[in-house]
Antibody, heavy 118, light 108 residues
């Protein structure tokens, strides 16, 4: 069955970096665009970034542009999110999601918590 | 960016009753509108895409309607497992895709 499992979250100081991973199984992730979406504690959903199926196109939310980088390794069926210059407002659960519908997500991971605090 | 507004914020419904959730877009999103269900500690689950198409495995009691700027998710004969938070999302003009703030459906 389709599974997305995120890892790499943790507590980090402001200004530091973290890399998240999303391991896909049960399907070939190279066939789909993939997204990162985050949810701050007690808040709603915020889209973060998207990467095309082959990695050739990437787009970011204004709030993370220039600080976050999305990438993928289709040989490993894994999606990544490199997060630099982290801020307290980046504190959230980060989830990866599969996109078969041109922007609607049919499978999501459970998420990994990133807490930015001094 | 397109702003999505959901109402009400909280809906109190008795099991067996129907629930109607609303979602409004700040500009037309055509039919590029999805609905998700999220339970505490769980990932969101896609219910509806294309404004009215049910995702795989979604029970027929969930139905979506609308186009342009006004959308509705109807849950007929609410079951205990349907108490959750529901989000709408537009994917007509993106990036960014944008989500509504959510409607919590709770037991009356």
């Amino acid at each position: 069955q389709v599974q997305l499992v995120e890892s790499g979250g943790g507590v980090v100081q402001p200004g530091r970096s973290l890399r998240l991973s999303c391991a896909a199984s049960g399907f070939s992730s190279s066939s789909y665009p993939m997204h990162w979406v985050r949810q701050a504690p007690g808040k709603g959903l915020e889209w973060v970034a998207v990467i095309s199926y082959d990695g050739s196109n990437k787009y970011y939310a204004d709030s993370v542009k220039g600080r976050f980088t999305i990438s993928r390794d289709n040989s490993k069926n894994t999606l990544y999110l490199q997060m630099n210059s982290l801020r307290s407002e980046d504190t959230a659960v980060y989830s990866c999601a599969r996109d078969p519908h041109g922007g609607a997500f049919d499978y999501w991971g459970q998420g990994t918590l990133v807490a930015v605090s001094s | 960016e397109i702003v999505m507004t959901q109402s009400p914020a909280t809906l109190s419904v008795s099991p067996g009753e129907s629930a109607t959730l609303s979602c409004r877009a700040s500009q037309s999103v055509s039919s590029n509108l999805a609905w998700y269900q999220q339970k505490p500690g769980q990932a969101p689950r896609l219910l509806i895409y294309g404004a009215s198409s049910r995702a795989t495995g979604v029970p027929a009691r969930f139905s979506g309607s609308g186009s342009g700027t006004e959308f509705t998710l109807t849950i007929s004969s609410l079951q205990s497992e349907d108490f959750a938070v529901y989000f709408c999302q537009q994917y007509n003009k993106w990036p960014p895709v944008t989500f509504g703030g959510g409607t919590k459906v709770e037991s009356k």
